[in-house]
């Protein structure tokens, strides 16, 4: 597509709940990203997919977190047992591989109530 | 870890004026990048920058990759720079996972 797209858009969820947002990068960009944003953490890294390589899940707050990319393609970022902790803005980014500039979705609000 | 320092924290300007943002980080990077985040929480790539300069439009940055800083120009500003401007330097040797600074608040006014 013509941009990163993520869902949904807001999301809403109770705690203890499991949640999966979606993200679509942009058509033949190898790199894709998640990071998640939050007032008093900033652009926090969580995992990064390169291709075909092992993804850098070393960003990942807690074993309730995971993600996977399906055919190099689109990715879902799991949250299970969701604690009020985790509200935040998830960002996805892709690039045509990490030696070039992002380019980042419009984000999927989480908010743990 | 990296450390990367961004100043001023905060940017109040009036419209049509110029301004200088700075992004000091500690390590050697191969790998910059500038993102304004307007006032609806997108974030814009503005420049991939590991050193020398770019320019685009009103825009300019350089990168000083053996003194370890870069500075982001903004020239002429109008109503809709205002957001917050973000550097960010690699993580480690992972190239994928970028460290981003706190940011400046620019506000422009008419």
């Known amino acids: 597509g013509a941009g990163v797209s993520q869902s949904p858009s807001n999301k809403v969820t109770e705690k203890g709940k499991d949640v999966e947002l979606r993200c679509d990068p942009i058509?033949?960009?190898?790199?894709l990203y998640w990071y998640r944003q939050s007032l008093g953490q900033g652009l926090e890294f969580l995992i990064y997919?390169?291709?075909?390589?092992?993804?850098?899940k070393s960003g990942l707050p807690s074993d309730r977190f995971s993600a996977e990319r399906t055919g190099g393609s689109v990715s879902t970022l799991t949250i299970q047992r969701t604690q009020q902790e985790d509200s935040a803005v998830y960002l996805c980014a892709s690039s045509l591989d990490s030696l070039y500039g992002y380019t980042f979705g419009s984000g999927t609000r989480l908010t743990v109530v | 870890g990296i450390q990367v320092e961004q100043s001023p924290p905060d940017l109040i300007l009036q419209e049509g004026a110029n301004s200088t943002l700075r992004c000091n980080f500690s390590d050697s990077v191969n790998n910059l990048q500038w993102f304004h985040q307007n006032p609806w929480g997108q974030l814009i790539n503005l420049f991939y920058i590991p050193s020398g300069t770019k320019q685009n439009g009103r825009l300019s940055a350089t990168t000083v990759a053996t003194e370890r800083y870069s500075l982001l120009y903004i020239s002429s500003s109008q109503t809709t720079d205002s957001g917050v401007y973000f550097c960010a330097v690699p993580r480690g040797s992972t190239l994928g996972r970028l460290y981003f600074g706190r940011g400046t608040q620019l506000t422009v006014w008419p």
């Open positions: 058509s033949g960009h190898t790199a």
């Open positions: 997919f390169q291709g075909n390589s092992a993804p850098d």
